[in-house]
T-cell receptor, first 113, second 111 residues
């Protein structure tokens, strides 16, 4: 049981480049989400999904797209990277409902120059 | 005003000390409360849920004060391994997507 996995661990992009951050979970969780973590700020929700084929925006969705074609996978796409997107990105999953533990992946450290 | 506020610290305490962190939240209708722990350059992990009646897990005690809109975490007999950042998490409604994270309180336990 690998839990939540993310790739890559580190990435450097130039302004304007696009890329996809991968996230997968093997716990059959309905709920998956992407957060970004910046110094001095709490984790902020980018996009989330409550099941395959269903996605919605979180607090800070601009500049990012997601899709959920399977229960297991939830990739995050940066359409045209900007320096303001330099951050640590965490994918998380859980069962639906507010009382369930969120399981986080190990994170992707992204730098946009 | 931030929805969830924490003292960023750092708190530097000796081994064996008792340390307490507070976290305030702005939305009085918030429904669920948690403490997560995040080690340096690692992902957050659930430490404990916070119940209205208060709850204890070994050396850790969590309390909720709805009237004053704060939650607290007390760590007794601190260990070196308790060094981490502690994140306060508030869920505004019954939806997972309404989780709000504090920026975290950093704790360093010294020998």
């Amino acid at each position: 049981n690998a839990g939540v996995t993310q790739t890559p661990k580190f990435q450097v992009l130039k302004t304007g480049q696009s890329m996809t951050l991968q996230c997968a979970q093997d716990m059959n969780h309905e709920y998956m989400s992407w957060y970004r973590q910046d110094p001095g700020m709490g984790l902020r929700l980018i996009h989330y999904s409550v099941g395959a084929g269903i996605t919605d925006q979180g607090e800070v969705p601009n500049g990012y797209n997601v899709s959920r074609s399977t229960t297991e996978d939830f990739p995050l796409r940066l359409l045209s990277a900007a320096p303001s997107q330099t951050s640590v990105y965490f994918c998380a999953s859980s069962y639906l409902g507010d009382s369930y533990e969120q399981y986080f992946g190990p994170g992707t450290r992204l730098t946009v120059t | 005003r931030k929805e969830v506020e924490q003292d960023p610290g750092p708190f530097n305490v000796p081994e064996g000390a008792t340390v307490a962190f507070n976290c305030t939240y702005s939305n009085s209708a918030s429904q669920s409360f948690f403490w997560y722990r995040q080690d340096c350059r690692k992902e957050p992990k659930l430490l404990m849920s916070v119940y209205s009646s208060g709850n204890e897990d070994g050396r850790f005690t969590a309390q909720l004060n709805r009237a004053s809109q704060y939650i607290s975490l007390l760590i007794r007999d601190s260990k070196l391994s308790d060094s981490a950042t502690y994140l306060c998490v508030v869920i505004l409604t019954s939806n997972n997507n309404d989780m709000r994270f504090g920026a975290g309180t950093r704790l360093t336990v010294k020998p």
